[in-house]
C-alpha cells in the first residue's frame, strides 16, 4: 500500500487548540491499551542513551505527553537508566495534562514554548525522540529531522505503532467506540470532552480521521531504511525494525541511530528489520 499523505486535523494551523489537545489526551490513554509498548520503547532508547552518555531525553511532538512518563519509569525499573525528558511540541499544551503533573518520577517536564521537529533549538540537548509523530512529516522533512540529529550529534529514536497494512486498517472504524469507553476515565475531568464526545460527537470523529490518516501515512522499515540511506552519516548506528516486544499485543515499528564510534556493546550487531 503506498504511502499517503492526507491531511489530519491536528496539523492544521487554524484548528482548535482546545480540540487538539483533547485528542492528544485521548493518545495518552489509548496507548496505555498496547501493553508492553513502554517496557519495549525503554529497551530500544537503551542502547541510545548508553552511547551517548546521555540521561535526557527531547522529546519531539509530544502532544500531550503520550507514553513518556511509563517509559521513564521502564528505563529506570527495568533498563537501570534514571532518565528524564523534556517534552516539546509545536503547539505545546501539554503543560496541563494531569498525568505529567502527577508524574511520581518528577522527571518529566514540559518545553513551554513552540518547539518545531524540524528546527530543534540549540540548547535542548538530549538524545531525541519522536513517539507517534514521525508519519506527520513529508519524506523530506522526515529525512531532515534525521539529518538534523546527526548533525546535533544527539542520537534520535523514533517509535510509530500504526501501520499501512490492511489488517491494521481493520481495526480503524473501532476507534469512535473506544473514544466513547475511554472518555469517562480521562482526567482532568472537562464537560468541554464530554460536550465534544457524547453531545456533538466531533471528538470520535476527529480521531478517528487522524488515526485512519496515522496508518496512512506511516512510514515502513524499507522507507525508513531508505531515508536513513540518503543521509550522511556512514559513521552512525542505524537500527530499524518492526517488531513485536514481549506481552505486545502487535508489532511497532522503531528507528535507532547514534554515533557508531559511541556504539554501545550489546547492541554493536543490531543493525537488523524485521
Ligand atoms: C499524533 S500526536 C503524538 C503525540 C505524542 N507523541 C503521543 O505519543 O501521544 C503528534 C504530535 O506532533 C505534533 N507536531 C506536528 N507537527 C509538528 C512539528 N512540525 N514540530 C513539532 N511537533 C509537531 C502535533 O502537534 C501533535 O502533538
Redesign the pocket.
Known sequence: MARLHVFEF??LSWFPGLL?AQM?DY??YA?RLIRGFPSYAASRLAPVLHARGQRRIV?????????MPEVIRALADEQGIQAGALL????PHGADSAEIREEPTGRVDFHPDP????HVPADLHGVRT????FH??RPETAREILADAVRADSGIAIFEVTERRPLALLAVPFIPIVVLLLTPFMRPFQWSRIFFTYLLPVLPFLIFW?GLV?HLRTYSVAELEQLVAELDAEDWHWDVRRERGPGMPAACTSLVGYPRADQAPESASSTSRS
Open positions: 491536528e496539523d487538539r492528544t493518545l495518552v496507548v522529546d519531539l511532538g509530544s502532544g500531550s505527553g503520550g507514553v516539546t511540541d509545536r503547539y518547539v518545531y521537529a524540524t519522536l513517539f507517534l509523530s506527520h512529516f487522524d496515522s
